[in-house]
């Protein structure tokens, strides 16, 4: 099948030709570029929050929700260890068992090694998937590590899961997921200690204004397993959706998704120039000397960067 | 006082002295580079796992035990807030509680929103901690994230830590720490689930064999709190230094901590050129553009490596 007409056939809603389609755009080809029309309609909900918190099941009843409103896709972004390769199955078993009967697109996309990989491949991803007529697309990273919390963060409305017990909010202000939460979300509230993590979320928020418009993140509490909650996460989304409306600020956030998709790029670029000159016979030997012998590691760099670009920092 | 003088002063111990030349090393100053003459004779020792496994507990009882054999100085890594900025106090205070009189530098270096920073630096203060006669560095980052992952895999010996609870050893799994570790440490081992937690460990063990050398890492029960197992941990960090010198494969570390430099050092270069790009007129109003309309994003990152590289990716 030629590439219109798996565009076509992606549009249509074929699985099969969506799933072919975001391959090519993992892969960076380019002939696909030229064939999709963004819509700019798509609402981006980025989840995350540290491993452990529920994620997977919130996303999971999240989709199914939205689902009733229209098509539905959840990118599912895994830090997965480039040794053992593909994603564990956990997490999409528990997504799996809330969604049902819901008709949702899922994708998982694995850091495989290259982090710079995954923050050019998401937006790129969002692109298509609003292209090809999706309304809602989720996408839920860990919210440890920077590639995966710039991914979360340049979705349209970013939500933050956290969990009752001390130190866990400290925690996601440590991660850097304070100042990118539109929407905080305490699950398994019903354990000991939300009201607490309410209260330190709450102080957080009062310490530090760093949201790029006038919108303090509302805390929601949910129960995951119950899916209670859910309803009241849905309109704490709408409502920022709203505020980002009204306040036109949707294509600040698409902005961000451009320039994080063109610096990764950029980044890619280098980075494969950059490893065959590591591995070439004269820049091995000089590594080699420098581990060694403690030579001078800065000129070292000198040298790549003129090698490279033809150009040294002084 | 001029570099010399200071890093006379860092070698007879003052601590004033070694933290600014750790500055000065953070901020990638050239003029040190000629002064540092290092020994390799410092053992690192890396210790990486998830958000509250207790990694400060164990690296301060580590450093209490360690001390008493020569200098030992810890790098607490932090992935800290761009925005908020400093690091949390929490883990400093835990550290500080088990360290007691043990005489041990502390150092704490934070991302502040460039994680290539903080890797082109880690392996410098390495270098100048072991020039200025440390004889243990014990370096501490969370476990998420490639960045930090690196630069604990970049020890000697890395050490992994995980607590007991369902799922734990699969989180380590995706989050890359299983091929990383040398030794793994199950701390909270009084906790339900310790035993679980091992057999999941020798499992994912039993079915990869990613190691550099022969080598299986040992499973280490600790209690952070009561300083339990903590010896034994010791006699594991010494048994894998003994195997690293047998097979004579401390030079491949220390050739990693190299390239994780130079790479790092290069990306930097690369990134402020590339900061500066963006901001000019013409490169800002084509990412608008692209932004707004859907144009050809793989187009303008070739004009973007084209302008700053004099190259482009066919």
Redesign the interface.
Known sequence: MDISDEVEAASAGSRRAIGRLLTRVER?E?DL??L???R?QAQIIGLTG???VGKSTITGHLAARLARRGRVAVMAI???????GG??L?DRIRMDSVLGEADVFIRSMA?R?S?GGLSAAAP?AF?LLD?IGFDVIIVET?G?????VDIAAAADTTVVVVTPGW??A??A???????VADVFVINKADRPGASDTRRDLELMLDL?A?NDHSWRAPIVATIGTSAEGIEELIGAIDEHDTALEAQDLR?QR??A???L???S???L??E???DAA?ETEQISAR??S?????G??????DA??EL????S?P
């Open positions: 960076g380019r570029e030229a999709i029309h963004p700019n540290a491993p452990g895994d830090p997965s260890s480039p040794v053992s994603a564990i956990g850091t090694g982090e790129a692109r292209a860990v440890v590590g920077q590639v995966e130190g866990d400290i925690q202000n440590k991660a850097g997921l304070l100042e530090t760093t294509g698409r902005r998704r451009t320039l998709e063109v610096r790029r950029v980044g670029v280098v494969s120039r950059l590591l590594i080699d420098v581990a060694a012998d403690g001078d590691t800065l000129a070292l760099v790549l960067t490279l670009f033809g150009f920092d």
